[in-house]
T-cell receptor, first 115, second 113 residues
């Protein structure tokens, strides 16, 4: 039972164009969402996040949009650069019974930015 | 600033051997997480600790897996005996208690032959 889904395993975009990565979730208890980027042979690194009380958060070339009613979020990268080529993980956070936040990850989308 | 430090980075071992993976969280962080990444299951949480206490180990696949956190700056994940299906990348991550963002180490790449 995947609570966080990234239905596109891969995405190719031309340099300079917009990259849009999508993520859907099912658990309405999630109240914080994050995107992580992962290069080969490295650990995931935090990229950007959004609280459920917002519908948009922007950081430089990266913008995350949240549609709570649709349980959908997306990451926009504009303009895309070859260095953005990586696997992008969507993650959702909720408080657990153990009084801690627990992250649930999607399966990842491999973004390739073509020069 | 030192991030999450994991060792070994790479481990190749024979089936049946004991494997111990080590993690040093970011100083000051009091929540620690062990994740496993495989092609089939993606990133899955194995266990997490708050203030050195294991809170949820429901992700630990079998009794062959165990984790300890004897102090705030050190944790181990042990597999005994190891099996080829345990081959994966094991990530340690840490955060402030209740923090929204967790920070990952570079991973320990385990191959069991």
């Amino acid at each position: 039972d995947q609570q966080v889904k990234q239905n596109s395993p891969s995405l190719s975009v031309q340099e300079g164009r917009i990259s849009i990565l999508n993520c859907d979730y099912t658990n309405s208890m999630f109240d914080y969402f994050l995107w992580y980027k992962k290069y080969p042979a490295e650990g995931p690194t935090f990229l950007i996040s959004i609280s459920s009380i917002k519908d948009k958060n922007e950081d430089g070339r990266f913008t995350v949009f949240l549609n709570k009613s649709a349980k959908h979020l997306s990451l926009h990268i504009v303009p895309s650069q070859p260095g953005d080529s990586a696997v992008y993980f969507c993650a959702a956070s909720a408080w657990t019974s153990g009084s801690a936040r627990q992250l649930t990850f999607g399966s990842g989308t491999q973004l390739t930015v073509l020069p | 600033d030192a991030g999450v430090i994991q060792s070994p980075r790479h481990e190749v071992t024979e089936m049946g051997q004991e494997v111990t993976l080590r993690c040093k969280p970011i100083s000051g962080h009091n929540s620690l997480f062990w994740y496993r990444q495989t092609m089939m299951r993606g990133l899955e949480l194995l266990i997490y600790f708050n203030n050195n206490v294991p809170i949820d180990d429901s992700g630990m696949p079998e009794d062959r897996f165990s984790a300890k956190m004897p102090n705030a700056s050190f944790s181990t994940l042990k597999i005994q005996p190891s099996e080829p299906r345990d081959s994966a990348v094991y990530f340690c991550a840490s955060s402030f208690y209740g923090g929204n963002t967790i920070y990952f180490g570079e991973g320990s790449w385990l191959t069991v032959v």
